[in-house]
């Protein structure tokens, strides 16, 4: 039922801090990096996927997902899920309106 | 009637309770006991209430004639922009989660209190904060951009009052965030034990429902509204075509809340109903889990259906259909909600007392709406009456005929155990009825006047529209009438009403095992909950029982 | 109040830290977290409203918002990020410490991360002065600045890019001193020694605060600094 005391905590570690903090830091690096290298399309799906994967380990490891309860998951993946459909749904409206001919693009 | 009398003597009545522990001003402002916050809400919405009641009277004054002969035009935008601002963001959406949520959800599910008590006073100065911002700039001008606040003509062209009213619904937004935030956690984690999920009253699992949307939805809208004032006031032209902006875009930010907002509109209320027509019938809600999980349903699709706000936008045909085609889904739990209301009623020891009459009012009234919702899902005939009265007979309907019929039954459902009185049983069927007829008198001739072509948001109109228009206008008076009526009697109840009992309805649920009114702190003693919600034995199991 | 004080007749053995309608400590820190993190769901789709506006924007305008974003300083940017990371981990620290009880170690880590977060604000109080050197904020004085590779001048659209830039860079920086400011408070509190191994709840949630304010950030770097850089 409780989320655990302050105790439960501490199963974090200081390791595993240490540990995300320089990953965090090599893939800054890396996303600067990448930016400025010719990969056509890729260019924003890489930027997005390194940043998805910062986002996820700050997440999990310093916001503690890893020893939160079920809810606390599932509160954080509805927000996204409704984050998608406020992007993505308004996005389709406007990716869409050159299908009928009769709008100019 | 009911199982026990519904007087109390005076002597028993002194005991301390949420209303006499402490007087004064200060023990009111700065209280965090959730019914004292309730109290307040019901000031407050009740003042707003009456403000943008204030306006329709100014509009339906206006619409007699059919000329543009008792105001401007500017001053015309004036009055149903403020109707519109009063009534959505200072009374529909804090009214039943403020009054009666607040009241309601720690006692029924045998709680001491919401979690968050201090948020929970935050909130309504932050509604207050916001209404009076609102209030201020109509004294000193008024906005005429329409409770929607379209743009370029909000940003660019409409008077300097759009910040001040934009900031206003921006602070009231947070109270609503902290209201949802509040209640679901509380309903998450404060249920007395024995009371798992299928065990909570359904009231309490609508407003799980609205706190979901509340929490999603309203966001967006303060991000969109923040960015309207930035623009306005640093010339920013995100939504400016004259500097690459899309109108097209603040209408998707926009309607992204205030569709979902009409959910948080419409989910109280039939909350309450749930609670009014077992109550009233004797008998346990039919389909209680159909109608709990329809309540989710209802706060999921919601968000998925926006577009069709847009229809006539320049919005994506592909888009429409789609949206469309969610928008009809999107009435089924409604529907299903209907049904089960119904099939409660059926067979049911029905007592026709007034919190029934209004329930079975919405019942009426709220399908109607609904089916002409369904009208307006349909891409071609939404086109065909867009922005015309077809439209403003819809959402009234629903609003009108729907929420504040709910509310109304709640408020005489629930008020013994927030007054600790009784109000005039006489009165209170009058005034149900002169409302329902009145609002059916002000609306109908609207989806007729509205599909034969009539214009919304227009202070003048062709003449063939004008017998219609005077009906409507003559059935907003009466309508007016039937507020009014209330207001006195159940202020008159605060002091010379019958003393009720805990329990004058016989009903089942928490709220009625502590006291009328309720001490401050609920429950002397947790309660364990063992059974099935609204356990009323049914006429079999009557008999049997001898 | 007399009701309140009959309930507690017997002594008063509930921690001082626990508030009267929860049962007990474990179900308030329950609550809550839950509490804090539905706020941070508010939060995300706060942000989402302008990272919507963004996407339909940069995909209608992407030759102005690659070339505007340009004109951004990079290294302060990654600098920002890095500093921004690290009071991240300070942050974790300061709950880390918070969950043992050890006062000097709260406040230390609690000073780091508010310094790291001044060292934020004050790189950001110097690109935003930029800006207004070099007339890139949108309004009545914004001037069409010149590609950085081509010197050409941008196409107008890339005034969009600026409010968006300022708009979003701008709210952050909002979170940021209000997260200043709750952490400040921490500092008071952890100082009266109200932090043990019981109860450390207000930082914990200070803590979620805190790193959801960095992940957005972690999203702004690439968006607004990096998308146009390929074309360099």
Redesign the interface.
């Known amino acids: 039922?409780?989320?655990g005391?302050?105790?439960a905590?501490?199963h974090?570690g200081?390791g595993a801090?240490?540990g995300?903090?320089a990953a965090?830091?090599v893939l800054?690096a890396l996303?600067?990096w990448a930016?400025?290298?010719?990969?056509g399309v890729w260019?924003?799906p890489v930027?997005?996927a390194?940043?998805v994967s910062?986002?996820l380990m700050?997440?999990w490891?310093?916001?503690?997902l890893r020893d939160?309860p079920k809810?606390?998951l599932f509160?954080?993946f509805?927000?996204?899920l409704?984050?998608a459909?406020?992007?993505l749904?308004?996005?389709?409206?406007?990716?869409?309106?050159s299908?009928?001919p009769i709008?100019a693009s | 009637m009911s199982a026990t009398a519904p007087d109390e003597t005076p002597r028993v009545a002194e005991r301390p309770n949420y209303l006499n522990t402490g007087y004064g001003v200060k023990s009111w402002l700065l209280t965090i006991d959730h019914k004292r916050i309730a109290i307040l809400y019901l000031i407050g919405v009740t003042f707003f209430f009456a403000i943008g009641g204030l306006y329709a009277a100014a509009i339906r004054l206006e619409l007699l004639t059919p000329a543009g002969d008792v105001f401007q035009s500017e001053t015309y935008n004036k009055l149903f922009t403020t109707h519109g601002v009063m009534m959505v963001f200072f009374f529909m959406i804090p009214g039943i989660p403020g009054v009666l949520g607040n009241f309601l959800i720690p006692l029924m599910i045998g709680a001491k209190d919401v979690a968050f008590p201090r948020l929970n006073l935050l909130s309504w100065y932050l509604y207050i904060i916001g209404g009076l911002l609102a209030l201020w700039a109509t004294v000193h001008g008024g906005v005429d951009t329409g409770w929607t606040f379209y743009t370029p003509y909000s940003t660019v062209y409409s008077n300097g009052w759009v910040v001040v009213t934009g900031v206003g619904v921006f602070i009231s937004g947070f109270s609503s965030i902290l209201t949802g935030l509040n209640f679901l956690v509380t309903l998450h984690t404060m249920r007395a034990p024995g009371m798992g999920w299928t065990r909570m009253p359904l009231f309490c699992w609508s407003m799980y429902a609205t706190a979901i949307i509340q929490i999603l939805g309203t966001p967006v809208i303060a991000i969109t509204l923040l960015l309207l004032v930035a623009e306005r006031v640093f010339h920013l032209g995100v939504f400016d075509p004259a500097q690459g902006g899309d109108p097209v875009l603040f209408q998707h930010l926009f309607w992204f809340y205030s569709h979902p907002a009409v959910y948080i509109m419409i989910l109280p209320a039939m909350g309450v109903i749930s609670e009014l027509v077992t109550a009233f019938a004797r008998k346990p809600i039919f389909g209680y889990k159909f109608i709990a999980a329809s309540s989710v349903a209802i706060a999921t699709l919601s968000f998925l259906v926006w577009g069709h706000h847009m229809f006539v936008s320049g919005q994506s045909v592909y888009a429409g259909l789609v949206f469309s085609i969610l928008s009809f889904m999107v009435g089924v739990p409604s529907a299903i909600k209907v049904f089960n209301w119904t099939a409660t009623l059926y067979k049911g020891s029905v007592s026709y007392q007034t919190p029934l009459l209004y329930a079975i009012g919405f019942i009426g009234l709220f399908t109607f709406g609904g089916l002409t919702g369904l009208m307006l899902a349909a891409l071609g005939l939404d086109i065909h009456v867009h922005d015309t009265y077809f439209i403003v007979a819809h959402f009234h309907y629903i609003m009108v005929g729907g929420t504040i019929m709910a509310y109304l039954g709640g408020l005489h459902y629930w008020w013994p155990k927030i007054s600790g009185r009784l109000y005039p049983e006489y009165w209170s069927r009058v005034s149900a009825w002169v409302i329902f007829i009145g609002f059916n008198l002000t609306f109908f001739p609207q989806f007729i006047v509205g599909y034969l072509g009539m214009p919304r948001r227009y202070h003048a109109y062709p003449e063939e529209f004008q017998v219609l228009n005077v009906m409507s206008t003559a059935g907003a008076s009466i309508l007016g009438i039937g507020y009014v009526i209330p207001l006195v009697y159940f202020a008159w109840s605060m002091r010379y009403g019958k003393r009720a009992a805990d329990n004058p309805w016989g009903a089942t649920g928490l709220e009625w095992e502590t006291p009328s009114p309720p001490p401050t702190e609920n429950f002397a003693v947790t309660p364990t909950v063992t059974g099935r919600p609204y356990d009323y034995l049914t006429g079999r199991e009557e008999a049997a029982a001898g | 109040m007399g009701a309140h004080a009959a309930a507690h007749a017997g002594g008063h053995d509930s921690p001082p830290e626990l508030r009267h309608h929860f049962v007990d400590l474990p179900a308030q820190r329950e609550a809550s977290t839950l509490g804090m993190w539905a706020f941070l769901v508010t939060e995300v789709l706060f942000f989402g409203g302008m990272f919507t506006a963004y996407v339909i924007y940069r995909a209608t305008y992407r030759t102005a918002f690659e070339g505007a974003s340009n004109l951004l300083d990079i290294k302060l940017g990654a600098f920002n990020t890095a500093v921004l990371i690290m009071s991240s981990l300070t942050m974790a620290l300061a709950v880390w410490a918070s969950s043992l009880g050890r006062k000097n170690l709260i406040i230390l880590f609690l000073i780091l991360t508010i310094l790291l977060g001044g060292i934020f604000l004050g790189v950001k109080v110097i690109e935003y002065k930029q800006k207004f050197e070099h007339h890139e904020v949108p309004g009545p004085h914004f001037v069409v600045p010149l590609n950085e590779k081509t010197h050409q001048p941008l196409p107008p659209q890339s005034e969009m890019f600026f409010s968006l830039y300022f708009c979003m860079t701008g709210l952050h920086a909002l979170h940021m001193i209000i997260g200043i400011g709750l952490l400040t408070w921490l500092i008071v509190k952890a100082r009266r020694g109200a932090f043990t191994t019981r109860y450390n709840t207000p930082v914990d949630m200070v803590g979620l605060y805190w790193h959801f304010v960095d992940v957005v950030w972690i999203f702004l770097f690439p968006l607004l600094y990096l998308l146009g850089r390929h074309t360099l």
């Not at chain 1, 930016?35 to 990969?39: G, I, W």
């Open positions: 039922m409780s989320s005391n302050s105790q905590h501490s974090s200081i801090y240490l995300v903090f965090l830091m800054t996303t600067v930016a400025f290298q010719h990969l260019n924003t930027a997005l390194i940043a910062k986002a700050v997440a490891i310093f916001m503690h939160s809810l606390t509160v954080v509805a927000s996204i409704w984050l459909f406020l992007i749904i308004t996005a389709s409206d406007y990716l869409t309106r299908w009928l709008y």
